[in-house]
Structures are given as structure tokens and as C-alpha cells.
């Protein structure tokens, strides 16, 4: 018997029958850690010790190159993309969480756990029932498309994460973009003022798709204006095959203008921060005259545009 075995029979006092010895033998390729949290968790309900037992179980099906990342600390960490999970393997690791936590998960929510703090906060608001346990909601590129006004090849946003007051995005440089060839000839650096432009473009998506509370009517996608950018500073270049991971939060609303925080970061590193984005955009009252649907108070007109003057 290892030492490790030896150790997981002595947790707790001698074994049990019922659901410790089941809990024992779901965990048994876990840490020692993992069990001992669990057990606690068992005995005395300490929601503190959710993450300990998320973050156990997710480790024992990780390769060993990636486990640093995992143990980080991180919440922005993804599944997929970061720690190399794939669908099978989240499954399985979702359904040993089940089993350890007395949780049960539907597998169309499974679809929006996709990095470690959607998974701890869901898990969490599952076990207290508080609604802030909600996940963000998540949007493809196929979903985006169909709500922003901006298409190929001037759409800069090919996922989105939607929540209250904040949203993420991202969008991987491809190097097939055609201002490449000209930025800079033979030195493809992606423009600053495209990185604006993304944020920028996350900051419509998130106001026509999940407007903040402050606005009381729909908003007609036609009319979204990029008003200004502040306190904008770029902190590295960027270069095709990276990905930028975007983040945006709403500061202050007052109609017709919204403003963001906005920040971009490549492989955690930060690269752009502007502290404040400011939209213009005009309120509509809804119309029940046939003459457009609405999409939670979004117009769906599709491919209309909404870009004058280069404004977003």
C-alpha cells in the first residue's frame, strides 16, 4: 500500500461505510488534500472549502506541465484552452465534483463553465442557492455576428462572456488581417488603434445585448457612436498568432452615454488598458407596429451599420 493510500485511510478517524466510504473511493486518485476538504466539507457544510475540493479534482486530470497554471490561483484560467481539457475530460472531472459536493449540473450548463472561477462561483451558488453563483453568459461567433452591426472583416470579437456589469471577449490575430501587409511591411504588428477598436466593439455588444439596469429603453444598434477614449496606455506589441483576451465594465450610465474600463491582456501579460471608453448611443422606445423585433430590448436588425466616422 503507498504511503499516499496509507495516509487517505487515516483522514478522519477509521473508514466508514455509506457514503464516506463511496466519497473515498471517487477521491482515491486525488490529493490527500482534496479528501480531507471534502470529508470536512461532508461533515460540517464550510462552503470555504468548495474551491479546495474543485481545484483537487481538476488537478487529477491535468498533465503535469500545466498543473502551475491551475494551482496560480487564477480564476480567468480556461479549461480548454489553458490547462488542455477536453470535453470528455471536463465531463468527468464535473461528474466527480457531483459526487463529492452533493451538486447536480445540467449538461446545457455545462456549456458556459468554461474557466475555473465559472466553475468554483457556479458550484458555490449551487451549494448556498445564492443567485450570484449564476455564470456569465457565454456567445460564439456565430452569436456575436448576428447582433453586432460590424461584420467581416472589420468584426474584432469572436467569443463574449456576458455578465451584469462587466463582459470578455477575445480575438485571435490571425495575420491574414490585409492592414497587416502595410503594419508594418515586413513587421506584422497588430495597430494599437485596432485594440481600441475591439474593446470598443465588446463595449457595444455587452450595451446592445445585456444593457446595464440605468437604461430604461431599447436602443436602436444604428446609432452607437465611439464618443472618446481615456487614460489609454499600451503596455507590449502584439503580433499574429496571439490572442487577445478583452475585459470591459461598466463605470458610470447616464443616457445617452455609457462608460467603460476597458483592458486587453495576451497570455496574462497586460497589454492595453484604457480607464475610460465612452459610447453614445440613442434610446428608442419599443414599437408594436410590425416594424422590427426585439432581442431583450435589442433591435435585430441585422447588418445595418453601425460605424460613422470610425466611431463604435
Known amino acids: 500500500m503507498s504511503n499516499q493510500t496509507t495516509n487517505q485511510t487515516e483522514i478522519a478517524g477509521a473508514r466508514s461505510s455509506g457514503s464516506e466510504e463511496l466519497l473515498r473511493d471517487t ?7 482534496t479528501l480531507e476538504a471534502a470529508l470536512k466539507y461532508r461533515a460540517n457544510g464550510d462552503v470555504s472549502l468548495v474551491p479546495v475540493v474543485v481545484l483537487g479534482i481538476i488537478e487529477r486530470f491535468l498533465d503535469p506541465d500545466v498543473v502551475g497554471k491551475l494551482r496560480s490561483g487564477d480564476d480567468s484560467v480556461r479549461f480548454m484552452d489553458d490547462l488542455g481539457m477536453d470535453s470528455l ?3 468527468e472531472a464535473i461528474m466527480m465534483v457531483e459526487e463529492s459536493l452533493g451538486v447536480s449540473i445540467k449538461n446545457e450548463e455545462l456549456l458556459d463553465l468554461r474557466t475555473l472561477g465559472d466553475l468554483k462561483s457556479f458550484i458555490q451558488g449551487k451549494i448556498t442557492g445564492d443567485s450570484s453563483g449564476k455564470t456569465s453568459d457565454f456567445y460564439s461567433i456565430e452569436k456575436v455576428a448576428a447582433i453586432m452591426p460590424q461584420q467581416e472583416p472589420f468584426l474584432f470579437l469572436e467569443q463574449a462572456n456576458l455578465s451584469s456589469r462587466s463582459a470578455e471577449g477575445r480575438y485571435t490575430i490571425s495575420g491574414n488581417e490585409a492592414f497587416l501587409e502595410g503594419h508594418f511591411k515586413g513587421n506584422p504588428v497588430f495597430p494599437a488603434s485596432i485594440m481600441l477598436e475591439a474593446l470598443g466593439q465588446l463595449a457595444v455588444f455587452a450595451l446592445l445585448r445585456n444593457p446595464p439596469e440605468e437604461i430604461k429603453s431599447a436602443i436602436d444598434m444604428t446609432e452607437v457612436y465611439f464618443a472618446g477614449v481615456d487614460g489609454v496606455r499600451c503596455h507590449r506589441v502584439c503580433r499574429p498568432g496571439e490572442i487577445l483576451d ?8 447616464r443616457e445617452p452615454l455609457a462608460v467603460f474600463f476597458g483592458q486587453i491582456s495576451v497570455g ?3 497589454a492595453v488598458v484604457a480607464e475610460e471608453i465612452t ?4 434610446p428608442v422606445e419599443h414599437h408594436s407596429n410590425g416594424a422590427g423585433t426585439a432581442v431583450n430590448g435589442v433591435s435585430a436588425s441585422n447588418g445595418s451599420e453601425l460605424s460613422r466616422n470610425g466611431a463604435r
Do not use: H, N, P, Y
Open 268 to 270: 496574462g501579460k497586460k
Open 279 to 282: 459610447l453614445a448611443f440613442k
Open 89 to 91: 475530460t471536463m465531463i
Open 246 to 253: 478583452m475585459s470591459i465594465t461598466v463605470k458610470r450610465v
Open 27 to 33: 477521491l482515491k486518485r486525488c490529493s490527500v488534500e
